[in-house]
């Protein structure tokens, strides 16, 4: 029989969580470093691949990721599920977390490239967290003829830009204003005011696009 400190030894080996996935990942954000999450369901032989392949897959981020793995059908990892919302989702199922706790990428199949595609910058992040929380973004974004639009741009960063469809370059400083699940609902010049954007909530709230169809806010 195994003693417990041979089974504590070999999952320390592994690197990989078998209890409490919630504290590991709740861990892994408190140190700055991703979680990526192996989930599945029953002892099926698929189930048993994609692990395997999963450890594989994350061992070049162990500096970065802590590894997780947790059985959704546990009842002990009931709290997990729910909060993931990952009830109906199809499995096995790979999530990278960020430290923030934004879910930056789901995986169905273990990528041929690897999960570092996943780990994306903190602006990026935070616009997602936002989205997921069910909040509104407000994102700044700097311009090239502006003094401090380094640092700023450093904070928007190209990777949301290009997600949101927002130009990298821009001749003037704009606020970007961003409702769930992730629609650009309008984009201003800088200064914006308060009552701007609010008209511009209204105007989606009581089914009209906004400023994003036409642009109108932002000549």
């Known amino acids: ?27 892994a954000g408190a140190d700055g470093k991703y979680a990526l999450l192996c ?3 029953g002892e099926a032989a698929e189930s048993q691949t994609f692990r395997s392949r999963f450890a594989a897959a994350a ?3 162990a500096t970065q990721a802590v590894t997780v793995e947790a059985r959704v059908d546990d009842q002990a990892n009931r709290a997990l599920v729910q909060r993931l919302k990952l009830e109906r989702a199809p499995m096995p199922l790979t999530l990278a977390v ?8 789901g ?7 690897g999960f570092a595609p996943a780990f994306v910058g903190p602006a990026f992040a935070a616009c997602l967290k936002a ?18 639009t380094a640092e700023t741009r ?10 949101l469809g927002l130009p990298a370059q821009a001749d003037a400083a704009m606020i970007a204003l961003v409702v769930p699940p992730g629609r650009l609902l309008g984009k201003f010049r800088d200064p914006v005011s308060r009552e701007q954007l609010d008209a ?10 906004g400023p994003a169809c036409g642009d109108a806010s932002c000549p």
């Open 107 to 113: 995986y169905p199949q273990i990528p041929a490239k």
């Open 98 to 105: 960020a430290p923030n706790g934004a879910v930056t990428r």
């Open 59 to 61: 061992a070049p981020l």
């Open 154 to 163: 450093a904070t928007a960063e190209a990777e949301l830009l290009k997600a």
């Open 131 to 148: 989205m997921q929380d069910g909040h509104i973004a407000v994102i700044s974004i700097g311009s090239a003829t502006l003094a401090g």
């Open 1 to 27: 029989m195994m003693t417990r400190f041979s089974l504590v030894l070999l999952l320390a080996c592994s690197g990989l969580t078998a209890a409490d996935p919630e504290a590991a990942e709740s861990q």
């Open 200 to 209: 511009a909530l209204a105007k989606a709230k009581s089914g009209s696009c």
């Open 39 to 41: 989930l599945w369901r």
